[in-house]
């Protein structure tokens, strides 16, 4: 199970390891969203480190190019880096600056060289909101988890600013373009463009949602998205 409690203005998230006959199970989460995922998957990988688990960060879209990512589909250059320093950030490179997902064999081989796997599942070109289209997100079948992130930033900004595939954020909640973000917006957006179909699609996972650049809302009413 995870809890979730405020702390200094910031959300903590502590997810249980399953373990059988002492035997640590890899426990896969799926990062999806809008803006705040790869600040998610950076605080993540941080706490469960410092928990002394082995790590492993990759992505099933994109992700932006970073000093230190391992570049390469071989397992022992993954596993080298693990033993290294308890993390890896890895994918096929590609062009623009950006990693892409690892081949699926080459993905179910890794997974069993951590304890945690966090995969960046989502994109939103830097948008704090979004709508997903039909082929979003891009969920592994071993997922145990899955964390909707939104960037509450949005709040109080028109729609045409802070929206990726604005089209669908329009259809789904019946605004116009200069019309402002509110907390009910995303609630709705996390439960119809989320919740729902990921509940549907993968009963067995958790799914919860985990606000990005928060921390000057709790003055606010509480939001209540479960």
């Known amino acids: 199970m995870y809890c979730r409690r405020c702390r200094g203005g910031i959300f903590r998230v502590k997810t249980a390891i399953r373990k059988i006959k002492g035997d640590t199970i890899v426990y896969v989460i799926a990062i999806v969203g809008a803006g705040g995922k790869t600040s998610q998957i950076k605080n993540l990988t941080k706490e469960y480190v410092q928990q002394d688990k082995k790590v492993l960060v990759t992505t099933t879209t994109h992700m932006g190019l970073e000093p230190g990512m391992v570049l390469s589909e071989k397992p022992d250059d993954i596993r080298q880096q693990l033993e290294k ?32 796997v966090l995969v960046e599942a989502d994109g939103s070109k830097h948008m704090p909101i979004k709508f997903p289209a039909a082929h979003e997100p891009v969920i592994p079948e071993n997922v145990n988890e899955i964390q909707v992130v939104m960037g509450l930033h949005a709040i109080g ?70």
Do not use: M, W
């Open 85 to 116: 320093q308890n993390f890896c950030i890895c994918g096929s490179p590609v062009k623009e600056e950006k990693i892409a997902s690892l081949p699926k064999d080459i993905y179910e081989q890794v997974c069993q060289l951590a304890d945690i």
């Open 157 to 226: 900004h028109p729609f045409c600013e802070v929206s990726h595939r604005l089209e669908l954020v329009k259809q789904c909640l019946g605004v116009s373009d200069t019309d402002l973000v509110t907390k009910t917006h995303l609630e709705k957006l996390y439960l119809e463009g989320y919740k729902k179909p990921l509940q549907e699609s993968y009963p067995n996972a958790k799914i919860g949602f985990f606000p990005a650049d928060h921390s000057h809302f709790f003055d606010l009413e509480p939001l209540k998205f479960y």
